[in-house]
T-cell receptor, first 112, second 114 residues
Framework: GQSLEQPSEVTAVEGAIVQINCTYQTSGFYGLSWYQQHDGGAPTFLSYNALDGLEETGRFSSFLSRSDSYGYLLLQELQMKDSASYFCAVRGGSGNTGKLIFGQGTTLQVKP | SQTIHQWPATLVQPVGSPLSLECTVEGTSNPNLYWYRQAAGRGLQLLFYSVGIGQISSEVPQNLSASRPQDRQFILSSKKLLLSDSGFYLC?????????????FGPGTRLTVT
């Protein structure tokens, strides 16, 4: 089966850089995704890594090491609006089902 | 552009009552559809997914069921709700046949069973 581990909470100050780690166990790997969810809202897609290395999208970057079954989301120049939960996810199953298995999420609190 | 609708936004139901939550997608055809449940402060638990009309796969044994009567309509049902069914229910879609790493979520239904 598949499982993912993330820290439950991270706290950082406005303007700082924070890294949210994710380790996974999966039979068959098709990439690691990251989602953001504000309190009471729906998750929204942030980034995806299929290959090793760093993917950058504005202030957010995501890194993957397939040999270590490990990835992280890097948030730079933190803003108060970045306070949210962040989930890593791997694809479960095969074929065209598109199933995603999500981690339990990391709650990021940004302080002024 | 594609949009996904869910209703109702909030629902309070007594134990033992039936449930029907509806999700519809606009602006795309043949989407994969998913129902998730999220307990407070927890991750997303995949309940059901569907790759086509009438095709439903269940991930977790429970007293919930799902149906897909039309290509872009996904319904979550229960005949008798339990207290443990309380949670935030999210519908999502992804394009069929892609790498399927990106899912698009509806606004969710917050269900409280009393």
């Amino acid at each position: 089966g598949q499982s993912l581990e993330q820290p439950s909470e991270v706290t950082a100050v406005e303007g700082a850089i924070v890294q949210i780690n994710c380790t996974y166990q999966t039979s068959g790997f098709y990439g690691l995704s990251w989602y953001q969810q504000h309190d009471g809202g729906a998750p929204t897609f942030l980034s995806y890594n299929a290959l090793d290395g760093l993917e950058e999208t504005g202030r957010f970057s995501s890194f993957l090491s397939r040999s270590d079954s490990y990835g992280y989301l890097l948030l730079q120049e933190l803003q108060m609006k970045d306070s949210a939960s962040y989930f890593c996810a791997v694809r479960g199953g095969s074929g065209n089902t598109g199933k995603l298995i999500f981690g339990q999420g990391t709650t990021l609190q940004v302080k002024p | 552009s594609q949009t996904i609708h869910q209703w109702p936004a909030t629902l309070v139901q007594p134990v033992g009552s039936p449930l029907s939550l509806e999700c519809t997608v606009e602006g795309t055809s043949n989407p994969n559809l998913y129902w998730y449940r999220q307990a407070a402060g927890r991750g997303l638990q995949l309940l059901f997914y569907s790759v086509g009309i009438g095709q439903i796969s269940s991930e977790v044994p429970q007293n919930l069921s799902a149906s897909r009567p039309q290509d872009r309509q996904f319904i979550l049902s229960s005949k008798k709700l339990l207290l443990s069914d309380s949670g935030f229910y999210l519908c999502a879609w992804s394009p069929l046949g892609t790498g399927s790493y990106e899912q698009y979520f509806g606004p969710g239904t917050r269900l409280t069973v009393t």
